[in-house]
């Protein structure tokens, strides 16, 4: 039995041969594992990014909802101040006592003011206040030594608040002190 031992040389170049053969494998596998890791990433994305969108979706959809019924609760408020406008109009018409009309367009108003106070609007302060440009648009100076300067004499347009928002601005005529004579 001559059975040939392989030299020492020989056997480092089988285990090279088998280290070279391993290593692209192993270079291969690890290539791959970071292909799939990168689609699942990629997959992962995707999905976080069309989620987004959907919420982004459904909360302009909601508050397109809410603005909605706001409006349609404030119709509803409203709409019992109109039918008593229609009344009145119709009843004006017939009027002979002009007295009776204005007392029952007084009621509108005072119903049209309460629902919108209910709503929470209410009327920026007028004739009497101080002007502040904040809530109030000048229209015109009048010369007074009746009042202090700023002071608003006259309201050509009332102005309306929502909370602390200003919805429109006050049209009115402010005081200026009379000019100094020398």
Known sequence: MNEEVPSESAAAVVVEDAVSVVEPARAGDALGDAQAESARLKDQLLRAAAELDNV??????????????????????????????????????????????????AMVQRQFSDTLGKVGITRVP?????????????????????????????????????????????????????????
């Not at 809530?135 to 010369?143: D, L, S, T, Y």
């Not at 602390?164 to 005081?175: F, G, K, N, Q, Y």
Request: aromatic share 2%.
């Open 56 to 105: 982004r979706k459904r909360g302009r959809r909601e508050a397109e909802d809410a603005r909605r019924a706001g409006r349609e609760e404030i119709i509803r408020d409203l709409l019992p101040v109109f039918d008593n406008l229609e009344r009145a109009i119709g009843s004006a018409a017939k009027a002979e006592d002009v007295k009776a009309l204005a007392d029952g367009l």
């Open 126 to 182: 007028g004739v009497g206040s101080p002007f502040d440009p904040a809530m109030h648009e000048a229209i015109q100076q009048v010369v007074s030594a009746e009042h202090a300067p700023g002071t608003i004499v006259n309201e050509v347009q009332p102005g309306y608040m929502q909370g602390d928002r200003l919805v429109r601005p006050a049209m009115v005529v402010v005081t200026t002190a009379p000019p100094v004579s020398s």
